[in-house]
């Protein structure tokens, strides 16, 4: 069965850094994937959509890049503040061609002043 | 623009009784509908999609049930709930066909004691 995953270890960064998310999926091959950002207690909020055919996507400071032979996807924030400090989550496809997104559980993002 | 609503915010209810969650979308005609659930530490799961008035889709079999009205109505539903019930309750919206980006609610915070 399809398989996302995402580290679930906080990622500590420093204000100012570049900070790198991964997400993986496995058993299947998604045509498009999304990543959303969720603050505590509240909605998921969608950032960026990317397609298989697009090697990157970016929105100002947002980059996503979607490698369908490594089955990964990469989320880039430049010049990361305080305010970014969110659970990022990665949402590929369902299998079987839906147009429904499948949620990975996220990744904690903190970046320190 | 477009705004989705749910109610309530919070709830605390006791094993047995029954359950009624409301969403409502504003601004969009025919969009897709979506109830999920995010339990603690956990990734969205997702309970109900609707495509239109009358047709409701389940992922999964639990003792929920879902509801939709009108055009812009999303009712998730239970007849007698489990201390399991407990968690983050999120509606959603797409546009209709095949729109893949999801705009979410705020949320029900469901205690179940």
């Known amino acids: 069965s399809q398989k996302i995953e995402q580290n679930s270890e906080a990622l500590n960064i420093q204000e100012g850094k570049t900070a790198t998310l991964t997400c993986n999926y496995t058993n299947y091959s998604p045509a498009y994937l999304q990543w959303y950002r969720q603050d505590p207690g509240r909605g998921p909020v969608f950032l960026l959509l990317?397609?298989?055919?697009?090697k990157e996507k970016r929105k100002e400071r947002l980059k996503v890049t979607f490698d369908t032979t490594l089955k990964q996807s990469l989320f880039h924030i430049t010049a990361s503040q305080p305010a970014d400090s969110a659970t990022y989550l990665c949402a590929p496809d369902a299998s079987g061609g839906s147009y429904i997104p499948t949620f990975g559980r996220g990744t904690s993002l903190i970046v320190h002043p | 623009s477009q705004t989705i609503h749910q109610w309530p915010a919070t709830l605390v209810q006791p094993v047995g009784s029954p359950l009624s969650l409301e969403c409502t979308v504003e601004g969009t005609s025919n969009p897709n509908l979506y109830w999920y659930r995010q339990a603690a530490g956990r990734g969205l799961q997702l309970l109900f999609y609707?495509?239109?008035?009358?047709?409701i889709s389940s992922e999964v079999p639990q003792n929920l049930s879902a509801s939709r009205p009108q055009d812009r109505q999303f009712i998730l539903s239970s007849k007698k709930l489990l201390l399991s019930d407990s968690g983050f309750y999120l509606c959603?919206?797409?546009?209709?066909?095949?729109?893949?980006?999801?705009?979410f609610g705020p949320g029900t915070r469901l205690t179940v004691t």
């Open positions: 609707s495509v239109g008035i009358g047709q």
């Open positions: 959603a919206w797409s546009y209709g066909r095949g729109g893949r980006e999801q705009y």
């Open positions: 990317i397609r298989e055919n697009e």
